[in-house]
């Protein structure tokens, strides 16, 4: 199993452009969550999303959308990128409601000038 | 939504001395896991506790979950250089379905 992927794993975009994080795991997970990481800084919630049809905002949605079609994937979206979302992306799957256990994906380092 | 603490916010030791950290919650907190990322890396589950009072040990790592449920700790004995990275506390949501996070501490490891 490859676990949780994420690409690209690196982007420079430009203020006012928009682009798209690919996310998919291959274990089957029901629950997938979208984090943001800055710097010296704990995770922040994006959106979640506990199956595939259902998504919700977490902390920090604004200028952001995500859709889950499939159970596999689960893409992150930036609209008119800001310097603000200048950050680390971590996608992460869970498998029951149960367990408490994220696998995280590698990262996405972006980064809006 | 729940807002868990985390103290100190980095923290130098010499290698073989131990290491702890602290993550603290005004509210009662459903559950606590603990997550280690090592520079450059993503985070990685290291445990989840559940219960009043409950201790789990791997290796040279304890884990504390306080009796009132309102806080929790780490403790490396002996740390090693392979200790290095920053751990980060998480708690979820009443619903379990949304995860909020510690700020992390970040451990360097003196040879």
């Known amino acids: 199993n490859a676990g949780v992927t994420q690409t690209p794993k690196f982007r420079i975009l430009k203020i006012g452009q928009s682009m798209t994080l690919q996310c998919t795991q291959d274990?089957?997970?029901?629950?997938m969550y979208w984090y943001r990481q800055d710097p010296g800084m704990g995770l922040k919630l994006i959106y979640y999303?506990?199956?595939?049809?259902?998504?919700d905002k977490g902390e920090v949605p604004n200028g952001y959308n995500v859709s889950r079609s499939t159970t596999e994937d689960f893409p992150l979206r930036l609209e008119l990128a800001a310097p603000s979302q200048t950050s680390v992306y971590f996608c992460?799957?869970?498998?029951?409601?149960?367990?408490?256990?994220?696998?995280f994906g590698p990262g996405t380092r972006l980064t809006v000038t | 939504g729940q807002q868990v603490m985390q103290i100190p916010q980095y923290q130098h030791v010499q290698e073989g001395e131990d290491f702890t950290t602290y993550c603290n919650s005004s509210?009662?907190?459903?559950?606590i896991q603990w997550y280690k990322q090592r520079p450059g890396g993503h985070p990685v589950f290291l445990i989840q506790?559940?219960?009043?009072?409950e201790v789990k040990k791997q290796k040279r790592l304890t884990f504390q979950f306080g009796e009132a449920k309102k806080n929790s700790s780490l403790h490396i004995t002996a740390t090693q250089t392979t200790d290095v990275g920053t751990y980060f506390c998480?708690?979820?949501?009443?619903?379990?379905?949304?995860?909020?996070f510690g700020t992390g501490t970040s451990l360097t490891v003196i040879p």
């Open positions: 992460a799957s869970r498998v029951l409601l149960s367990s408490y256990e994220q696998y």
């Open positions: 274990m089957n997970h029901n629950y």
């Open positions: 999303s506990v199956g595939a049809g259902i998504t």
């Open positions: 509210t009662t907190l459903s559950n």
């Open positions: 506790l559940v219960k009043s009072g």
């Open positions: 998480a708690s979820t949501s009443r619903t379990g379905n949304q995860f909020y």
